[in-house]
């Protein structure tokens, strides 16, 4: 199975800031060029909300302070500047194969 | 926009069986994978199943092969998922979710309880 280790495992971080998450899988996530890594934002009592996929391919009507990078098995989201409902858990998740594996999450709050 | 509704959740006494029951809006329905996908009480996610288009393609968690069994009716586009055999460990939200561009799961529910105790 594919592990999927996020970091760190809680942020703070001040309105208007920069946030940075990083997620690590235990094997390559490329296939035909393609890095088969997806980000999900879950809000308190909310179902988890896809934010990134193909690794850096931003959803359709996701703000674009969200992006995501990386290759291979080193990943980022970055959120550019924090705004007060981007408060939520972040979740990796990588689709390369069975069983589909999610990071353990990163919760997210404001400093 | 493409809706999700999961229901049939409730509670079940260890060893017993229930059945969830998906409805999805949208009119690609059987041009979509569907997956389940579930969230204990205060932990992470986790992927229990995903079903291709044509169902003739299936994979399980391990935790629940054997015990769980995907399906669905594209003309009634629903996906469902029997559990058998359920034990403590199983309790949590079962949500549901849209492959429409494979198993990159975009639209999801709102969830359904799931609740294993005696």
């Known amino acids: 199975d594919i592990v999927m280790t996020q970091s760190p495992d809680s942020l703070a971080v001040s309105l208007g800031e920069r946030a940075t998450i990083n997620c690590k899988s235990s094997?390559?996530?490329?296939?035909?060029?393609?890095?088969?890594l997806a980000w999900f934002q879950q809000k308190p009592g909310q179902p988890p909300n896809l934010l990134i996929y193909w690794a850096s391919t931003r959803e359709s009507g996701v703000p674009d302070r969200f992006s995501g990078s990386g290759s291979g098995t080193d990943f980022t989201l970055t959120i550019s500047s924090l705004q007060a409902e981007d408060v939520a858990v972040y979740y990796c998740q990588q689709y390369y194969g069975s069983p589909i594996t999610f990071g353990q999450g990163t919760r997210l709050e404001i400093k | 926009e493409v809706q999700v509704v999961e229901s049939g959740g409730g509670l079940v006494q260890p060893g017993g069986s229930l059945r969830l029951s998906c409805a999805v809006s949208?009119?690609?329905?059987?041009?979509?994978?569907m997956t389940w996908v579930r969230q204990a009480p205060g932990k992470g996610l986790e992927w229990v199943a995903v079903i291709n288009p044509e169902e003739n393609e299936k994979y399980y968690a391990d935790s629940v092969k054997g015990r769980f069994t995907i399906s669905r009716d594209n003309a009634k586009k629903s996906v469902y998922l029997q559990m058998d055999s359920l034990r403590v460990e199983d309790t949590a939200v079962f949500y549901c979710?849209?492959?429409?561009?494979?198993?990159?799961?975009?639209?999801w529910g709102q969830g359904t309880l799931v609740t294993v105790s005696s």
């Open positions: 949208g009119s690609a329905f059987e041009s979509y994978f």
């Open positions: 979710a849209t492959g429409t561009k494979g198993w990159i799961f975009d639209w």
């Open positions: 094997q390559s996530l490329i296939s035909n060029n393609k890095n088969f």
